[in-house]
Structure formats: C-alpha cells, structure tokens
C-alpha cells in the first residue's frame, strides 16, 4: 500500500472542503464551513493492480501562502489548486499560489487545475480563452462540481496517476 500526500489550495470560499468532502464521503452541503488550519481526510483507492492511500491536506483558504502553511506543504506529493469560476479573482490567486509553490519546493510538483462551481456555469466570469492559455501552458485543467460530483473522482484520480506514475 502506497500513501501520498495532496494539498488543497486556494483562496477563501473556492469550494476546496466541499471538493474533498465530496471525493471521501460522496455528499455535498450547502452550509459554509471556513477552514481554520488544515482538515485531514484519508482516502484509500485502487489505480490499476496499484492500492494507493490519499492523505488529503485541505489548507485553509488564502491569497498568499503564509510561512505556517508554507510547512503545511512539506511531504507533499502533490496539490489540486481550486478556482471558483464565479470569482475571476481567484484564478489570479490560484496562479500566484503556484509560483509560490514551486518557489517552495525549487522543483515543480504534480498539480491539477481545478475549476470548481461548474454547475453555475451561467454565472462564470472565467473566459474560455485564460483556461486555453493555462493548458496551452500544459497545466492540466479539469471543471468540476462539488454540488453535483462532475469531475470530482477524475480530478483526485489524475493527479494520482501523474504522482505515482501510471
């Protein structure tokens, strides 16, 4: 049994807990829970004869990365860096995080690009040609949902697959 560790990152509110809440325990709620700290979840799954144990680091939400969390990081295999689509702000956020991220480890780290809140599409201030840049720079990108599981089990399980290898 393989165990790695992933980190959430993000700003305030992007959907973070409710990703890794989803992912764990397959339900989603409406209430508004501020993450203070870290929230540790386990997660055990199966990638092809592969039985890998994901420790999920779900980092309270912030624009920049404080020293405490910085050291948060630390063991990390890799990290789902979440955007609301709503909030185009927070993809300024999201990139910032990254560079820091990289600035921290001085090596890049596997991570998945996830535009969260998929479901309010209508409402999405993101355009389809900053998500065109961003995989044009090979970041993987994934839409998702925690309200309604889209892309949700295949966001954990691709940066799984980049991690391990397979």
């Known amino acids: 049994m393989i165990q790695k560790k992933i980190c959430m990152l993000g700003a305030f509110a992007v959907g973070k807990t409710s990703l890794v809440t989803r992912f764990v325990q397959s339900i989603f ?14 997660k055990p799954i199966k990638l092809g004869d592969v039985d890998v144990t994901l420790v999920l680091w779900d980092l309270e939400g ?18 789902l860096l979440v955007v609301d689509g709503t909030r ?13 991220v990289d600035e921290f480890f001085g090596k ?10 998929n479901d309010l599409t209508s409402e999405w201030s993101l355009g389809d040609a900053e ?20 892309g949700v089990e295949k966001a954990f399980l691709t940066l799984t697959q980049m991690i391990v290898g397979e």
Request: glycine fraction near 8%; aromatic fraction near 6%.
């Open 29 to 42: 709620s409406d209430k508004y829970l501020t993450t203070v700290g870290v929230k540790i979840d386990k």
């Open 62 to 79: 912030n624009d920049t990365l404080a020293r405490l969390q910085m050291s948060y990081l630390r063991g990390a295999s890799g990290y």
């Open 88 to 100: 185009p702000g927070t993809l300024d956020t999201a990139i910032n995080l990254q560079k820091k």
């Open 108 to 117: 890049e780290v596997p991570f998945v690009l996830l535009l969260n809140k």
């Open 131 to 150: 998500i065109e840049e961003l995989a044009g720079e090979r970041w993987t990108v994934i839409k998702t949902s925690a309200k309604t599981g889209e």
